[in-house]
C-alpha cells in the first residue's frame, strides 16, 4: 500500500501539471491506499458523505478550471468560464450527485467499484450535454473512445471517493443487496441531480446577473 500511495501522490504531480482534471484519478488511487487509516463512523453519516462529496467534487472541478486556463473563455470546457462563477455553480451540481449517492450507499451495498463504474458510465452519458456520448459520431472513433476514458477517469474518481471513508463503518450495518436495477436506479437518480442543479444554475444565473 505504501508503494501505491507514493506512485499515486508521483501521478497526481505529474498530471496536475500536465492534464490537471486527470488529477483527480490518482487523487482517488492515493486515498484507496491509505483507507483504513480514513475510516469514519456513521454518526451524522449524511452531513459527513455530502460534505466529502462536495468537498471531493469541487476539488475537481477546481482541477478542471486549471485544465481551461490557457483556452479562451468561449472554448472553456466549464459551467461559466469565470472560475470563480464556475466553482459557485458547481456546487449545486456535486451537492445534488453527493445527496443521492448518500442516500443510495446507506441503503443498498453498493461497493466503492460499483460507483466508480456507474458515475464513469453516468459522466461518459451526461458529460457537455451528451456530447461526449456521440464524439465517436462527431470525432471519429478513436478520438471518441479516447474522450470516453478521459471523462470515466474524472467522474469514476470523484463519486466513489467519498465511500472509501466509510468502507469498513458500512459493513456493520444491515443494508439491502445491492442488484442491477438499483445501478439503474442510480443512473436515473443521477440524472436527476443533473436537473436539479441545472434549476440551481438558473437560479443563481438570475440572482447574480450573469450571461
Known amino acids: 500500500m505504501k508503494k501505491v500511495a507514493v506512485v499515486s501522490l508521483v501521478l497526481f504531480c505529474v498530471f496536475l501539471i500536465v492534464v490537471p482534471v486527470l488529477a483527480i484519478f490518482p487523487l482517488f488511487l492515493f486515498v484507496w491506499s491509505i483507507q483504513s487509516r480514513i475510516q469514519l463512523d456513521l454518526n451524522h453519516f449524511y452531513r459527513k458523505y455530502i460534505a466529502l462529496g462536495l468537498l471531493f467534487g469541487l476539488f475537481t472541478e477546481f482541477l478542471a478550471v486549471l485544465d481551461n486556463l490557457d483556452s479562451p473563455p468561449e472554448e472553456r470546457i466549464l459551467f461559466h468560464p469565470e472560475p470563480a462563477t464556475d466553482l459557485l455553480l458547481g456546487i449545486g451540481f456535486y451537492f445534488f450527485i453527493a445527496v443521492v449517492w448518500a442516500i443510495l450507499v446507506k441503503r443498498y451495498t453498493f461497493t466503492v467499484k460499483s460507483i466508480f463504474v456507474i458515475g464513469g458510465v453516468w459522466g461518459v452519458v451526461a458529460e457537455q450535454d451528451?456530447?461526449?456520448?456521440?464524439?465517436?459520431?462527431t470525432y471519429g472513433v478513436v478520438s471518441g473512445l479516447f474522450s470516453y476514458v478521459?471523462?470515466?477517469?474524472?467522474?469514476?474518481?470523484?463519486?466513489?471517493?467519498?465511500?472509501?471513508?466509510?468502507k469498513e463503518s458500512l459493513c456493520t450495518v444491515e443494508r439491502k443487496e445491492r442488484k442491477f436495477r438499483h445501478a439503474v436506479i442510480a443512473f436515473v437518480l443521477l440524472f436527476g441531480a443533473w436537473v436539479l442543479a441545472a434549476f440551481y444554475m438558473i437560479i443563481m444565473y438570475v440572482v447574480l446577473g450573469l450571461s
Open 130 to 137: 451528451m456530447a461526449v456520448l456521440l464524439s465517436p459520431l
Open 150 to 166: 478521459f471523462v470515466f477517469l474524472v467522474y469514476g474518481p470523484f463519486m466513489a471517493i467519498p465511500a472509501l471513508f466509510f
